[in-house]
């Protein structure tokens, strides 16, 4: 294979000095590797200076008070600012002037994407000069800023919403509208962007009349993702009916810090079943019951993927999948205290469309007491990511319910990843957990033939020779990872 050579060696009529050439190499050249080969010649530094400024982190102890061969220094951010894409920044005022220096010498900004750590009045103006190009705007979770009220004190929506490209918006940690109403160039706002998520921002909707909101609010058509992640002053059914106004939402995830009253199921599901558009709902650590659950995904009529790890899933929510979302394509719902092999079962059963499922099965004979009436019908799946444990040890018919259990996971023809025992919650009991050895069926699974990932997790002992050589022989183009192996 050729190598680049030295720069004192590369001939200017070497086809390295090629612009198409150069073009080829420049996004397989990172940090590092990328400021040095623009040291090559005049050739690469014009070629590539674009790439190593496309996207720019300027952390927040970061200095430019160097000298100007120091990178990177003022007068470069000046010099390259318009090849900037996306910037990563707090509100470190040197670097916002040079941004934003009107010196016709240098070409102006193009950023796309605006990822700030701290809010204040002194981006404003970055803001308002990128309102051409600026398509995503971000205030990360992660950062504390204390004045919590600032985007009311200088109308930070009111810079944005004139901003008709900006197509996501993530807030987190902020302030938005006031006691009575909220700000309405934060509606404005949000009448134009297609994603918007809010995590821990202190807001208010006031939970009114619908014919009321109907006429106060405005719907939201463009919105098509929406993250509500434990905001705050604001109750899970206010929140419902802000949602509600967005009747082509694609994407929730939502995350309410309270849960519903049961007076409020009916209303509930009149207003989610006009989300005839919402296919995926992450409720992720959610305060909800088992009820709650049920009530909200039983309305929505197209939903296709649900998330619900670490959450109160059970009995009731599997009752409304069943009775209305067994279209099912991907469901996780890891780590659900409520759930039992019995349920499970049903759901693997009448979920024909399932294509990905994670979750935790207690017990191995809650599977085997059901399989005939339960057998699982999801042949279309293709990850499996399931932990299973037998509560019964030194039980007479273990190699008949151990036989039962992979004559299940036999069915699953078209799997391509199969992870077994990764639960967080689920004791390890490698006495009586489902045993991994040829003696106890694992030879049954050769009907998987595509199996491409086999991951056995922390749930289990490893895996003895004769089921890896049966593997190496059997899935020969699949990846095994063991735990137990690390």
Request: hydrophobic share 40%; proline share 6%.
């Amino acid at each position: 294979m050729s190598t680049i050579s030295p720069p004192e060696q590369l001939a200017p009529t070497s086809p390295f000095n090629l612009p198409e050439i150069i073009v080829q190499l420049g996004p397989y050249l990172k940090g590092s590797s990328l400021t040095a080969v623009l040291l090559l010649n005049k050739q690469w530094n014009s070629t590539l200076t674009p790439a190593l400024w496309e996207y720019s982190h300027f952390p927040t102890d970061w200095t430019f008070f160097r000298s100007p061969t120091q990178f990177p220094s003022l007068d470069s951010v000046r010099k390259n600012r318009h090849h900037i894409r996306t910037l990563v920044c707090d509100e470190y005022s040197p670097l916002v002037k040079a941004l934003l220096d009107p010196n016709p010498d240098y070409k102006p900004c193009k950023i796309l994407h605006l990822d700030l750590m701290i809010l204040s009045s002194r981006l404003v103006p970055l803001i308002h000069n990128n309102a051409s190009t600026l398509l995503s705007l971000i205030r990360r979770p992660s950062v504390h800023q204390a004045e919590r009220n600032i985007p009311q004190e200088w109308s930070f929506f009111k810079v944005i919403a004139g901003n008709k490209r900006l197509q996501n918006l993530s807030l987190a940690n902020i302030m938005l509208g006031t006691s009575l109403t909220m700000d309405p160039f934060f509606l404005e706002t949000c009448a134009q962007i297609s994603s918007l998520s809010l995590t821990q921002c202190i807001w208010t909707v006031p939970a009114i009349d619908s014919t009321v909101r109907t006429r106060r609010y405005p719907s939201f058509p463009a919105i098509r993702h929406l993250d509500l992640i434990k905001t705050k002053d604001v109750s899970p059914f206010a929140e419902i009916e802000f949602l509600c106004s967005c009747p082509n939402l694609e994407e929730l995830q939502w995350r309410p810090r309270a849960q519903f009253q049961e007076s409020q199921y009916p209303r509930i599901q009149s207003l989610l079943s006009q989300l005839c558009h919402l296919t995926t709902l992450n409720l992720n650590l959610a305060s909800l019951t088992d009820t709650d659950i049920a009530n909200i995904i039983r309305p929505l009529p197209a939903l296709v993927n649900l998330f619900a790890d670490e959450s109160r899933f059970g009995r009731a929510a599997a009752a409304a999948i069943l009775d209305s979302n067994t279209q099912l394509q991907r469901l996780e719902i890891r780590d659900c205290a409520n759930l039992w092999g019995s349920t499970s079962c049903q759901l693997m059963s009448a979920c024909k469309d399932l294509v990905e499922i994670a979750h935790d099965i207690v017990q191995v004979r809650s599977i085997t007491d059901h399989c005939d009436q339960y057998p699982w019908e999801c042949r279309k799946l293709k990850k499996l990511d399931i932990s299973l444990v037998s509560q019964f040890e030194n039980n007479p018919t273990r190699i008949e319910e151990h036989a039962k259990m992979y004559e299940q996971l036999s069915r699953l023809t078209q799997l391509e990843e199969l992870t077994i025992g990764n639960s967080v919650r689920v004791v390890p009991r490698s006495k009586d957990s489902l045993e991994l050895t040829m003696a106890m069926g694992f030879g049954t699974l050769r009907t998987l033939t595509k199996v491409r990932r086999f991951v056995v997790g922390r749930q289990y002992a490893g895996l003895g020779d004769d089921v890896r050589m049966w593997i190496k022989e059997t899935w020969k183009e699949a990846h095994v990872e063991c735990a137990f192996d690390r």
